[in-house]
């Protein structure tokens, strides 16, 4: 009893967030439209609307204004940039169908939320792509950034925890309620764990309180500023979603592990298929493993690479031995 009453909290936890998946070795063989400029100006077009609403009240609360942004940068059921991309035709997506892609053999035992007949036409199944610059990510990676970047970046920053137990609890959340198990998607995304981390440092620019993360010299912010008790646009540094997604949200470079062994297999079997092998007709992930290497090498800096970045290819997630 005790275990169905878990089973049935992980699901609908997993109902209520954001556990899509992307398809990114089927993304290569596509001509997407680079959406990157259209969804800055819809970000940069939110960010107004905020401070113009915040402004009426006066003063320069920085909860208000942390609540009065996540009305615009959140996930699909509450944030409006990504209500955009996904359902207002807004910006160039791809709508890959689940038996189109790499997940086309999954079962609910590999993974409830994909492996289920309805995922067909959920959006906590298959994420829908759009190409960013030169990255073709899923939807989903908006969604990690707005939302579960938030959360890092206000135990980090408001709260002073340590960032690698900030990172600890991402990675926990992610192997239950956002993906990595049988109950939600059954796969564990290395790729949404550095949209997690990038987000926090979006967060981190909107007052640019702190230097990134990264370093000084990726300092991107502040995108606001207070002035006569106002908050201001600083029109020198507008977003731009660019500065943020890179080739570590990408699965099929930044690979992800499985909740069981059979889908491990399934995978690989998938990915052959579609031309995917190395020179022993093995299953080939990362697909480009110098890009993997630059995003190793990006993220050093922070101490935390093993925490987002994945160098072991594909396999089983490990539940408890992991990180």
Not at 279 to 308: D, F, T, W
């Amino acid at each position: 009893m005790k275990k169905s009453i878990l089973s049935l909290s992980l699901l609908s936890l997993s109902f209520n967030l954001f556990a899509a998946e992307a398809d990114n070795f089927t993304a290569r063989t596509l001509d997407l439209a680079d959406a990157a400029e259209e969804v800055n100006v819809l970000a940069n077009n939110y960010l107004k609307k905020a401070i113009v609403d915040l402004n009426k009240a006066g003063g320069c609360n920085e909860e208000a204004l942390y609540k009065e942004l996540r009305k615009y940068f959140a996930n699909h059921s509450k944030g409006e940039l990504v209500k955009n991309i996904l359902y207002r035709n807004a910006v160039a997506i791809n709508n890959l169908p689940i038996k189109q892609s790499v997940y086309e053999n999954w079962e609910k035992a590999d993974g409830f939320l994909l492996g289920r007949k309805k995922a067909a036409t959920s959006p906590l199944a298959l994420s829908p792509l759009i190409k960013i610059g030169d990255e073709i990510v899923g939807v989903d990676k908006f969604e990690h950034m707005f939302g579960m970047g938030f959360t890092y970046f206000t135990k980090h920053y408001q709260k002073g925890k340590d960032i690698k137990d900030v990172l600890s609890y991402g990675i926990a959340l992610e192997k239950t309620i956002l993906g990595g198990n049988v109950f939600a998607t059954g796969v564990f995304s290395y790729g949404d764990l550095s949209a997690n981390f990038n987000g926090m440092r979006f967060w981190n620019h909107v007052l640019q309180k702190n230097d990134d993360i990264l370093g000084s010299e990726h300092n991107l912010g502040p995108y606001v500023t207070c002035s006569a008790s106002k908050w201001q646009i600083n029109e020198k540094n507008p977003i731009d979603f660019k500065n943020y997604i890179d080739a570590s949200m990408d699965e099929s470079i930044n690979c992800s592990k499985f909740a069981g062994t059979k889908a491990v297999g399934k995978f690989k079997a998938s990915i052959k298929k579609r031309g995917f092998v190395d020179s022993n007709n093995q299953a080939l992930c990362p697909v480009e493993p110098s890009r993997l290497q630059e995003m190793r090498q990006k993220y050093k800096p922070s101490g935390i690479e093993h925490l987002i970045i994945n160098d072991e290819g594909l396999g089983k997630v490990s539940y408890f031995n992991e990180f």
